[in-house]
């Protein structure tokens, strides 16, 4: 989906026109009182009209608010403007993007089933399904991010594929649509997941590739001001549902309204800074690849990405993350963490799609309880560094990393 004859800024800016109108109203009628910018309802319960409201507001012949871990009028509306967004029938904000994991599987999965997932994704998703689930009896087969390894991996009681493309740290693109086939072509249908977290739903549209459910960590780019935790699960009215009755209302991972006022805030902005950033990205990701100092520059943009040919299919735009390879053998770790210290302009943190450019190490940090081996195999190399590009001028960050290496 990403043109190469009408030029990436120009695809960009046709990404950012084709969203801008539902960043700024989708899920925002003005409120009761004229107000345009929607209220932030703080209420644990709701008053009933009458007995006879609340009886039926219980037998849900009414949608009345009742109580905040059930639903919130601030709540439900940034999950109709994400809905709105990913152009899904239904969305549910959660506590965090883990709580929207966890939640998409334990509200999917019971004991003796099975998932497929990445052996390249975030550690916290990681530990997840090699750590946790299995103590439920969920167990998990790792595979490289291909469909053939998907489809050798499956079992008759497979009843997830977990998908994270682009996936953390090395921007590892899985075809969606492939792994959608096969979860159509398996008689037991297991559930396509996406985490789309890297991409936002600026630069991929999973569900449009036939993929069940989309995971978000709006801590980061749909938030995109770094201030604020939360998650969502987004996909069909029916499965969101399920998946709002297990997570929101059994374990509680409830959103609060503050932080949903603040995330919406955040996207009414959305496509505009998903514009700048990515562009940044694409940049940088040229720029730091003909470095004579830097060994490998992992991004999408990049002919010499092996994900580039289905990232230019399945998605709109190559996102605002890429990585890069600095030293070699027993010097990379030294190496790597004497350019991140070196670094002015882009910020030594987690996390990522903020408005500052944020950097990491892997290796010493995020993925330093993944046993060395697996992280090997995972291609996450000692002196690998992830950019999140932020919002500061393109030149002040490629100056920067520039004297970093230097
Ligand atoms: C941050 C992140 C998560 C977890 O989200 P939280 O909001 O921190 O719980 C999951 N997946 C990816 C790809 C992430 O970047």
């Not at 403007?81 to 969305?91: D, S």
């Not at 599987?105 to 019971?110: D, Y």
């Not at 940090?365 to 190399?381: D, F, K, W």
């Given at each position: 989906?990403?043109?190469?004859?009408?030029?990436?800024?120009?695809?960009?800016?046709?990404?950012?026109?084709?969203?801008?109108?539902?960043?700024?109203?989708?899920?925002?009628?003005?409120?009761?009182?004229?107000?345009?910018?929607?209220?932030?309802v703080?209420s644990s319960a709701f008053?009933?009209?009458?007995?006879?409201?609340?009886?039926?507001a219980?037998?849900g012949?009414?949608d009345a608010w009742i109580y905040g871990r059930w639903g919130n009028p601030t709540v439900s509306a940034l999950e109709a403007?994400?809905?709105?967004?990913?152009?899904?029938?239904?969305?549910c904000a959660?506590?965090?993007?883990?709580?929207?994991?966890?939640?998409?599987?334990?509200?999917?999965?019971?004991?003796?089933?099975?998932?497929?997932?990445?052996?390249?994704?975030?550690?916290?998703?990681?530990?997840?399904?090699?750590?946790?689930?299995?103590?439920?009896?969920?167990?998990?087969?790792?595979?490289?991010?291909?469909?053939?390894?998907?489809?050798?991996?499956?079992?008759?009681?497979?009843?997830?594929?977990?998908?994270?493309?682009?996936?953390?740290?090395?921007?590892?693109?899985?075809?969606?649509?492939?792994?959608?086939?096969?979860?159509?072509?398996?008689?037991?249908?297991?559930?396509?997941?996406?985490?789309?977290?890297?991409?936002?739903?600026?630069?991929?549209?999973?569900?449009?590739?036939?993929?069940?459910?989309?995971?978000?960590?709006?801590?980061?780019?749909?938030?995109?001001?770094?201030?604020?935790?939360?998650?969502?699960?987004?996909?069909?009215?029916?499965?969101?549902g399920?998946?709002r009755d297990?997570?929101i209302k059994?374990?509680?991972?409830v959103l609060?309204p503050?932080?949903a006022?603040?995330?919406?805030?955040?996207?009414?902005?959305?496509?505009?800074?998903?514009?700048?950033?990515?562009?940044?990205?694409?940049?940088?990701?040229?720029?730091?690849?003909?470095?004579?100092?830097?060994?490998?520059?992992?991004?999408?943009?990049?002919?010499?990405?092996?994900?580039?040919?289905?990232?230019?299919?399945?998605?709109?735009?190559?996102?605002?993350?890429?990585?890069?390879?600095?030293?070699?053998?027993?010097?990379?770790?030294?190496?790597?963490?004497?350019?991140?210290?070196?670094?002015?302009?882009?910020?030594?943190?987690?996390?990522?799609?903020?408005?500052?450019?944020?950097?990491?190490?892997?290796?010493?940090?995020?993925?330093?309880?993944?046993?060395?081996?697996?992280?090997?195999?995972?291609?996450?190399?000692?002196?690998?560094?992830?950019?999140?590009?932020?919002?500061?001028?393109?030149?002040?960050?490629?100056?920067?990393?520039?004297?970093?290496?230097?």
């Open positions: 989906m990403i043109d190469p004859s009408i030029g990436y800024a120009e695809q960009l800016r046709r990404r950012a026109d084709a969203l801008a109108t539902l960043c700024v109203h989708a899920g925002e009628p003005p409120g009761a009182d004229g107000s345009l910018d929607p209220p932030i703080m008053a009933f009209e009458s007995a006879e409201h609340a009886a039926r219980f037998r012949e009414d403007k994400l809905a709105a967004l990913e152009g899904a029938a239904a969305a959660t506590a965090s993007g883990m709580a929207a994991i966890s939640g998409a599987v334990l509200a999917t999965c019971e004991a003796g089933d099975h998932v497929v997932a990445p052996r390249s994704m975030y550690a916290e998703s990681a530990r997840l399904f090699r750590e946790r689930l299995p103590k439920l009896g969920i167990q998990t087969t790792f595979v490289d991010g291909d469909a053939g390894a998907y489809a050798a991996a499956m079992t008759p009681r497979t009843r997830i594929l977990y998908v994270e493309t682009p996936s953390n740290p090395t921007l590892g693109v899985t075809d969606v649509g492939a792994i959608a086939a096969l979860a159509r072509g398996a008689a037991a249908r297991p559930l396509v997941v996406v985490d789309g977290t890297f991409a936002t739903p600026f630069a991929q549209a999973p569900l449009a590739h036939g993929a069940d459910l989309v995971v978000h960590s709006m801590t980061k780019g749909i938030g995109g001001h770094g201030d604020v935790i939360g998650g969502a699960v987004v996909g069909g009215a029916e499965l969101v399920a998946v297990t997570v059994g374990f509680g991972g609060s503050l932080s006022w603040l995330v919406a805030r955040g996207l009414r902005t959305f496509a505009l800074r998903q514009e700048r950033a990515c562009a940044t990205a694409a940049a940088l990701a040229a720029h730091l690849a003909a470095h004579p100092r830097v060994v490998r520059v992992h991004h999408p943009s990049l002919s010499s990405h092996p994900g580039h040919a289905v990232a230019a299919r399945q998605m709109f735009a190559y996102g605002a993350l890429l990585s890069f390879e600095v030293g070699s053998g027993d010097d990379a770790l030294a190496r790597g963490r004497a350019v991140l210290e070196s670094l002015r302009v882009a910020t030594h943190a987690v996390s990522l799609g903020d408005v500052r450019t944020l950097v990491v190490h892997p290796a010493s940090t995020t993925h330093s309880t993944m046993p060395p081996e697996t992280r090997h195999l995972a291609g996450i190399a000692d002196g690998l560094l992830r950019v999140s590009c932020g919002l500061e001028g393109t030149a002040d960050l490629i100056a920067d990393f520039d004297r970093a290496l230097g």
